[in-house]
């Protein structure tokens, strides 16, 4: 039996197509679904065959944005990739501050805020 693994988490954005141009920009990823979703929102699942990350935002009218605040519990969403660098010009390139690089074993990495304010971990255990 395999082991458990994250199917897809779910953060709520503003703009779900700009959220899902990000990932597709740096990470490769592609669109899996969109439509409609809970309460008469929209929903857009970005990722491979494996996981996805679900980008849901609210309808007009519904939760308040100051209802989903940063860090209440959720920190950060962390991704490995094979070229560290690559993917922080990508950041770049997006608009997006990269922060807090690391180099210590067993990788590097590097942190930004997306246009959302959702942290992204971006770690290479790539040598």
């Known amino acids: ?3 458990p693994f994250i199917e897809h988490i779910n953060l709520t954005v503003r703009d779900p197509e700009r959220s899902a141009k990000l990932l597709h920009d740096l990470f490769g990823w592609r669109t899996r679904w969109l439509g409609p979703a809970r309460d008469g929102g929209r ?9 996805y990350i ?3 935002t609210p309808p007009a009218g519904g939760p308040a944005w100051d209802d989903f605040p940063k860090g209440e ?15 922080e010009r990508g ?3 997006a ?4 922060f807090s690089h690391g180099d210590y074993d067993p990788g590097r990495r590097f942190y930004f805020l997306d246009h959302d304010r959702i942290e992204y971990e971006i770690v290479s255990y790539s040598g």
């Open 1 to 3: 039996m395999p082991s």
């Open 43 to 51: 929903t857009i699942h970005v990722g491979d065959d494996r996981f």
């Open 54 to 56: 679900a980008l849901y």
């Open 73 to 87: 519990p959720f920190n950060h969403v962390g991704i490995v990739v094979e070229d560290l660098d690559a993917v």
């Open 91 to 93: 950041v770049i390139a």
């Open 95 to 98: 608009g997006l501050e990269p």
